[in-house]
């Protein structure tokens, strides 16, 4: 971990290393402008501590960070945005520490673009794995 911590360019942004255009900062959260952004106002919000995925990240760290993706949505005036959140290579993560998109979508040639390769299912299936997921939870 203390390794991958004095490689990770975000947590050299939260040390003041690497600069960034910081719009937001908490105790346990930095929010700043996506350096490559998809449409204008492309902020990202990260907690402090260092985790790649959601799940390394503790509770209270989680429930800082989308207060400051709300204030964001406002501070903007995106009418239209998406939050996004991606996790490991095969899901689009570039970066290694948890970041949280906050994309305003003002066109449908700006912002997000989504492929939502939705799949067929039935009832039975989704009963037995709700059920599935419930009993892990
Ligand atoms: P992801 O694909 O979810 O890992 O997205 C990583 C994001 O971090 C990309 O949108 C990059 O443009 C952004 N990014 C990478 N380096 C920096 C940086 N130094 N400052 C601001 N944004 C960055």
Redesign the pocket.
């Known amino acids: 971990m203390a390794n991958k911590m004095a490689s990770c360019?975000f947590c050299k942004?939260i040390k003041g290393e690497?600069p960034?255009f910081r719009l937001a900062e908490t105790e346990k959260t930095l929010a700043?402008?996506?350096?490559?952004p998809l449409s204008q106002g492309h902020a990202?919000v990260i907690p402090k501590v260092h985790g790649e995925k959601l799940t390394d990240i503790p509770d209270d760290h989680l429930t800082d960070i989308l207060p400051i993706a709300k204030k964001l949505a406002l501070a903007t005036g995106a009418h239209e945005y998406n939050i996004l959140q991606?996790n490991g290579r095969g899901a689009?993560?570039?970066?290694g520490h948890v970041?949280f998109?906050m994309i305003p979508k003002p066109n449908p040639q700006e912002g997000l673009g989504i492929s939502w390769p939705q799949q067929k299912t039935d009832m039975d299936k989704l009963k037995a794995l709700a059920e599935e997921i419930k009993s892990k939870m």
């Open positions: 360019i942004i690497i960034c700043f402008l996506d350096i490559n990202l991606n689009h993560q570039e970066v970041h998109h």
